[in-house]
Each structure stands twice: as C-alpha cells, then as structure tokens.
C-alpha cells in the first residue's frame, strides 16, 4: 500500500503515537467481531504490530499473519515478544503475498485510507478468506474529524501550514466502507462507529507524542520557534486540562465486517 507522503519507518515513535490508540478502539473492535478460537488470522497493513499483539492476547487463534510494506515497522513486530510465533512478511494490501482462502479471518486495523485503491484491497481480503470467514476494517472517522489528532491538524490547517494527507480518507467514512464491502459482494454486513478516550499525563505528553506523527512530524520539527510556539499555543487552548493536568483527548473510529460467502 503507497501511503504518499506520510510514511511510517519508526516502530518506537508509532507505539506512542498511534499504537496506544489503535489498541483502544482495536479492544471495542474485537468485542464487536465475537471471534471463535483456533482461526487462523491475517493483519492486513499489521505496522508495528499492535493490533497483532491483541489478535494473540484475546483471540486464542491458530496462527496469526502480518502484512506491512514497511520493513522498518515489521522489525519491531518481530521483536515484540508476544509476537514470536506470529509470521510477518512484507508486502502490499492490493497484491498481498498468500494464496486464495488462506485464512478464516483478515482485518485492517487503521489502514484503509492508506490504500491507493481501497476497493482492490477489500478484495485481496476477501480472496485469501476462506468461504464464511469475516473480513472486517477499523479506521479513524477522517472526513467526520475522528482523527486523535485533529486538534493539531486543525489548528496547522488555520495558519495556512499544509497536512499531508492520505491517499483515500473518504474509505474512512462508514457509508463508504459498507460500500466497499458490498462491492467485494461480502455477505452479512455490518457497521458501528467506535468512539474512545486516551488520557495524556499533561500537556507536554501530549505535544511531545504529536511529534512522533509521521505525518507532521518533520514539519513541525522544522517551524521558526516562534512559530512553532505561537501553534503549540493555540493547541494547548483548545485542550483544556483537568485539575490534575491530565488532557483527555477522544477519537471515532468507523468500522465494518462481513463474510465471505460459501
């Protein structure tokens, strides 16, 4: 999958950024899926391995496949060391490296608005499924302001600072993802919205875990320091602290499933 601009090369820096929240909407997500044990599992656009910690942790599966073009991100999958029996290869969403009806379950954990051709990659899914097994999706409400971040990226977007964007963030938006899924003539559809919170100690975790965005972060580490102060101001008024200098900050996520028909 071709991700433009925003890529993703640091396994630490995501942990931080996005893993936290990828794991708080993945938990909802699972609970929503109902998975039997002993299927044999595949994560499409898997990272560093987050969500494919939870497929091992709750799932009780027969194996569990990882599929990532990032090499970089993959080599801290594999160093997870819940994730020692996992197997991870590189590769794409829209030509992945299995055969057909491969496994009983493939997911996308906050991968599809990465996906240059998010309907060919709902089909690569549904081709490695074996007949009635699920394909399901998550991914951040991008055109409904579900990003974790929006805040930041809103403020940028103010001060006239281009955000680099994915490729397809319309695949996020729930009609359109029944839609893919209908389009891959999947069976069984279904859709919910996952809203989560994630609590930062104060303000400067906050900031400092934005940094690591692979999105903006290179931008924002290169700002003039007043600039760079003048939005970090304007940010932190837009998230208000407890008492105890915590900051709540909530997300949407949209997600699908379906089967594979028999």
């Known amino acids: 999958m071709k991700t433009g601009e925003i890529r993703f090369r640091d396994g630490a820096a995501y942990e931080r950024y996005m893993g ?143 955000v680099p964007a994915p490729p397809s963030p319309d695949a996020s938006r729930i009609d359109m993802m029944r839609d893919l899924w209908a389009g891959a003539a999947l069976d069984a559809i279904e859709t919910r919205e996952i809203v989560v919170h994630r609590t930062f100690a104060d303000f400067d975790d906050f900031w400092a875990t934005a940094l690591g965005a692979p999105s903006v972060g290179m931008i924002l580490a290169s700002m003039a320091v007043e600039d760079l102060a003048h939005l970090k101001a304007r940010v932190r008024g837009r998230l208000p602290a407890q008492r105890s200098g915590h900051i709540t900050c909530d997300a949407r996520a949209n997600a699908v499933k379906g089967r594979v028909p028999k």
């Open 20 to 162: 936290r929240w990828s794991q708080l909407a993945g938990e909802t997500f699972l609970d929503w899926l109902d998975p039997v044990p002993g299927q044999q599992w595949l994560d499409v656009g898997c990272g560093n391995g987050a969500f494919t910690e939870m497929l091992v942790g709750r799932c009780d599966p027969a194996s569990v496949h990882g599929v990532d073009p990032s090499e970089e991100q993959l080599v801290y999958a594999r160093a997870r060391p819940e994730l020692c029996s996992a197997q991870f290869r590189q590769g794409d969403a829209m030509a992945m490296p299995y055969p057909d009806s491969a496994f009983d379950a493939a997911v996308m954990p906050l991968v599809i608005f990465f996906v240059a051709d998010p309907a060919r990659g709902v089909a690569e899914m549904g081709r490695v499924v074996r007949p009635g097994g699920i394909v399901a999706a998550y991914a951040w409400d991008m055109a409904g302001g579900g990003f974790p971040y929006e805040t930041l990226l809103a403020e940028m977007r103010g001060l006239g600072i281009t």
